[in-house]
């Protein structure tokens, strides 16, 4: 069983920066694809970006240049560093975890707010 919690969002101005902490529970973090999705009020829950075991990444277009995806397996923690912030990036934040032969892990959730 896989636990994730995501802190570090909150309320920020336009041009601003946040970062978001996902950290996991369990032993297959190192193994595993781990990313971000969002999700706007009225709106479908999006990717916007993922991490593979080998480090490899992939963003959405709209935060290629302005967001970053790192992770730390010592730490089973993966991060999300956002800068320039735009309005149009409010949304709840959703950490998750994948590896084949395991079910598909969410986080709680952690609200982005940024203002204009």
């Known amino acids: 069983q896989v636990q994730l919690v995501e802190s570090g969002g909150g309320l920020v101005q336009a041009g601003g920066s946040l970062r978001l902490s996902c950290a996991a529970s369990g032993s297959i973090f190192s193994t595993s694809v781990v990313g971000w999705y969002r999700q706007a009020p009225g709106n479908q829950r999006e990717l916007v970006a993922t991490i593979t075991r080998g480090g490899s990444t992939h963003y959405t277009n709209s935060v290629k240049g302005r967001f970053t995806i790192s992770r730390d397996n010592a730490r089973n923690t993966v991060y999300l560093q956002m800068n320039s912030l735009k309005p149009e990036d409010t949304a709840a934040y959703y950490c998750?975890?994948?590896?084949?032969?395991?079910?598909?892990?969410w986080g709680q959730g952690t609200q982005v707010t940024v203002s204009s």
């Open positions: 998750y975890l994948w590896r084949l032969g395991y079910p598909e892990y």
